[in-house]
């Protein structure tokens, strides 16, 4: 695996401060952020440095009941070969549900969620990563995640799970150590047993990132400064094996460009103090399944598996399964059962809460016309209106079910709100049905009000 050094995500928000600041060895950028015919001036002018860009992708959804949606992979594809990248990387999540499989319409999560750690679930995800691999020019790479819920009648620790993943497949992992706090906060599991099971060999890289707890439950913002435990688990993990890369995420809040500097080398010293602790040396391991594994940073991963040929695994259980959890975090129909209530319910109004944070980001026009009566306004939009196509398509209809409503109040807002409506909906398509014609003539004599 390449060495990468020490990076930082790279965002719109910090991108002159990211290309002055001194030790950045790499960045990594939302894959669904760029456009590989127009890569933002500062990205190519890193490129222009010899700096390697990595795409990070957030809505492929490995880890749902689906096959990998072609136009998705063509697109991760592209901004590889666009941004010239050693790899990709996605997360072990799924993010949307229902479908044919279910018979049922499709549902947005806008966030990643977790796959069961049952081996159904894992025969499913190491045949979507297989068709992943086949389609990307380069290697891929999968990360935990943070979650706020676990699934019941789980079979596989976290570290099991990985661990025969990345043996089923030969992927390459991105271990987020961020995410194995959240996780020790959130479901009492050890960060150091995970350490101690994952197939190291197998590191690409290291995502840290800040966050901060409220009732108990740890909540993976990428907005607050990296606290000392999630430092600790860096440390532990370097002193297994020494990571080709590590990167800071930041996501909100971004401090000024001396505090981003500060943390990157807060996370150097952890990565020194790791192979400090065991004279650079990494340490042999036990499998989870009793094999020793050869000491980590030696092994090359393994080489990826093709797909089988045949029918490949029953996905409906897990398309049922996943589509019941998702209709109850945004659509509100009832707990499936084993699950935390409380959690579930935590988990709700986090998914609403970014939902309405991205949705005045790709719209910022929305909160400026509103007002303090945005937020309360979309949050109640989404408890009826399940997200079902992105979050522009969310803020069109967010737009239009305000209309609709003769809302808001004041006259002169709900006008600037219909023009903006306007200037973004285009002609209404033709069509034969009268129903459909009739409906959208309506929509237009309300819109005109």
């Not at 399964?321 to 409380?342: H, I, M, N, Y």
């Not at 980001?361 to 306004?377: D, M, N, S």
């Not at 609709?404 to 200037?423: I, K, Q, V, Y």
């Amino acid at each position: 695996m390449e060495r990468l050094g020490t990076g930082i995500g790279w965002r719109p928000e910090i991108a002159d401060a990211v290309e002055r600041m001194p030790g950045v060895d790499w960045v990594e950028v939302v894959a669904e952020n760029v456009c590989p015919g127009h890569l933002p001036d500062s990205l190519a002018r890193l490129r222009e440095r010899g700096v390697t860009v990595v795409p990070h992708g957030v809505s492929l959804g490995l880890g749902g009941a689906e096959r990998p949606d072609e136009d998705r992979l063509r697109a991760l594809a592209e901004r590889a070969l666009a941004l010239g990248s050693p790899l990709v990387t996605e997360h072990i999540a799924f993010v949307r549900a229902g479908g044919p499989l279910t018979a049922s319409d499709r549902i947005e999560a806008g966030h990643l969620l977790p796959v069961p750690r049952t081996r159904d679930a894992l025969g499913v995800l190491c045949e979507n990563i297989r068709v992943a691999q086949e389609a990307l020019p380069v290697p891929l790479a999968v990360e935990n995640i943070a979650a706020l819920l676990s699934w019941p009648d789980e079979e596989l620790t976290e570290a099991q799970f990985l661990y025969e993943l990345a043996d089923r497949t030969g992927v390459r992992l991105l271990i987020d150590v961020a995410n194995l706090h959240t996780n020790h906060v959130n479901q009492g599991e050890d960060p150091a047993e995970a350490l101690a099971w994952l197939p190291l060999e197998a590191l690409a890289y290291v995502h840290v990132a800040g966050g901060y707890e409220r009732d108990g439950v740890w909540h993976d913002s990428h907005a607050h400064p990296v606290p000392r435990p999630v430092l600790d688990i860096l440390a532990g993990l370097a002193s297994r094996v020494s990571p080709p890369g590590v990167l800071l995420e930041r996501d909100e809040n971004f401090p000024g460009p001396a505090e981003l500097e500060g943390e990157l080398d807060a996370i150097r010293r952890a990565v020194e103090r790791g192979r400090t602790a065991t004279g650079g040396r990494a340490d042999g391991r036990t499998a989870p399944d009793g094999r020793t594994a050869a000491p980590a940073g030696r092994t090359p991963a393994p080489t990826p598996v093709p797909v089988a040929a045949g029918p490949g695994p029953d996905r409906r259980p897990l398309a049922l399964a996943q589509t019941a959890l998702l209709s109850s975090l945004v659509a509100g129909t009832p707990a499936p059962e084993g699950f935390d209530r409380g959690r579930l319910a935590v988990q709700a109004r986090a998914l609403a809460s970014k939902r309405a944070d991205v949705v005045a980001k790709v719209a910022p026009e929305l909160p400026v016309i509103l007002g303090a009566e945005y937020r309360p306004a979309f949050l109640a939009y989404a408890r009826r209106h399940p997200m079902r196509g992105g979050y522009r398509r969310d803020a069109m209809e967010f737009v239009e079910s305000l209309l609709l409503a003769a809302r808001p109040a004041d006259a002169a807002a709900r006008r600037e709100l219909r023009g903006w409506w306007r200037e973004r909906s285009g002609p209404a398509p033709r069509s034969g049905r009268p129903a459909v014609r009739a409906a959208r003539a309506a929509r237009r004599v309300l819109l005109r009000r």
